[in-house]
T-cell receptor, first 113, second 114 residues
Framework: QQQVKQSPQSLIVQKGGISIINCAYE??????FPWYQQFPGKGPALLIA?????SEKKEGRFTISFNKSAKQFSLHIMDSQPGDSATYFC????????????FGTGTRLKVLA | KAGVTQTPRYLIKTRGQQVTLSCSPI?????VSWYQQTPGQGLQFLFE???????NKGNFPGRFSGRQFSNSRSEMNVSTLELGDSALYLC?????????????FGPGTRLLVL
């Protein structure tokens, strides 16, 4: 119940295309779902996050879609750029005052110029 | 503000040795979390410290331990190293005051166990 399943493991997208990464969870107690972006040699950096009381959150080219009934959430990167090439992690956490995040296994995105 | 810093950045040890990793959080942050990142397992939560107390703990053996000092700096220790401990160890800091604030990650310490 503590797992967050992420797919695909890797993704190749043409410049200008849409990148879609999916995550699924089992534990309905999760109440915070952040996405992190990690470049080689760097630590993960928060990209965008959502709570289960909304179905969609958009920040620039990045959108999180959240389906509470299906226990799934996804990251959409519109107009993907070569600079977006990185590894993306979804995560989930629950409970006040806790920073115990459960991370997905990551998606390596490559955007072709 | 300076970001989260971790030292050393790279480390090579042999099986059976022990290692201590250090993390300096962003100034003013009181919560420090540690994660192990491996290609097969992704990021796995080790533990979180807040005001010198371990507040949360992941599912790692007792060989993995940590502590936090009064200035919020944190150290992580791994004793009796095993080959499988080779990984990128990341720490993340936050103010620790709210439930869902952003965690800021450091660049990590890459540990290789031979």
């Amino acid at each position: 119940q503590q797992q967050v399943k992420q797919s695909p493991q890797s993704l190749i997208v043409q410049k200008g295309g849409i990148s879609i990464i999916n995550c699924a969870y089992e534990n309905t107690a999760f109440d915070y779902f952040p996405w992190y972006q990690q470049f080689p040699g760097k630590g993960p950096a928060l990209l965008i996050a959502i709570r289960p009381d909304v179905s969609e959150k958009k920040e620039g080219r990045f959108t999180i879609s959240f389906n509470k009934s299906a226990k799934q959430f996804s990251l959409h990167i519109m107009d993907s750029q070569p600079g977006d090439s990185a590894t993306y992690f979804c995560a989930a956490s629950y409970g006040a005052g806790t920073y115990k995040y459960i991370f997905g296994t990551g998606t390596r995105l490559k955007v072709l110029a | 503000k300076a970001g989260v810093t971790q030292t050393p950045r790279y480390l090579i040890k042999t099986r059976g040795q022990q290692v201590t990793l250090s993390c300096s959080p962003i100034s003013g942050h009181r919560s420090v979390s540690w994660y192990q990142q491996t290609p097969g397992q992704g990021l796995q939560f080790l533990f979180e410290y807040f005001s010198e107390t371990q507040r949360n703990k992941g599912n790692f053996p007792g060989r993995f331990s940590g502590r936090q000092f009064s200035n919020s700096r944190s150290e992580m220790n791994v004793s009796t190293l095993e080959l499988g401990d080779s990984a990128l160890y990341l720490c993340a800091s936050s103010s620790g005051q709210g439930a869902k604030e952003t965690q800021y990650f450091g660049p990590g310490t890459r540990l290789l166990v031979l």
